[in-house]
């Protein structure tokens, strides 16, 4: 998932570098990025490495696409990711970030563009998925709290 980086700077702090910058600050890091953070910085955020990523169509970068199939087989897990059932033993639970997949096309859209085709014919529940990111700005994926998203989205 592409992340916002300034959702590394922490929520008592963020008055201070908005004025600063001139820029608002909304939303959270990803479940996956605050473990990170935790575990392999130590939490301190000035030593965590941002990448640039340019959106890319070719390489499917910073992009997402979803297309309703059969009402009856759609899966969810298509736009927000999944349980990876094979590591829920290594890690003790299916909460733990590392044993979930942040592979569908929102977390892949996240910082870029998402279309979805004819959503109209998508069952309810990817629909109030799409009123929440539109409206709020976030979504639901597994056992998490909302996940902070900011793409653009085409229907």
Known sequence: MHEEPLHLIPNELRSEVERELGVRIEGNLCPSCQLKLKTEYDNDIEQVL?????????????????????????????????????TITEYGSESDPRAYRFDGELNKANRGLMEFQEMLKCDEKFLWNLLSLTQEGNFKAGRFALISADESINT
């Open 50 to 86: 941002v990448e640039r990523v340019i959106v890319s169509e070719e390489n499917r970068i910073g992009i997402g696409t979803f297309s309703p199939s059969d009402p009856k087989s759609q899966d969810i897990a298509d736009l927000t990711g999944s349980i990876d059932f094979s």
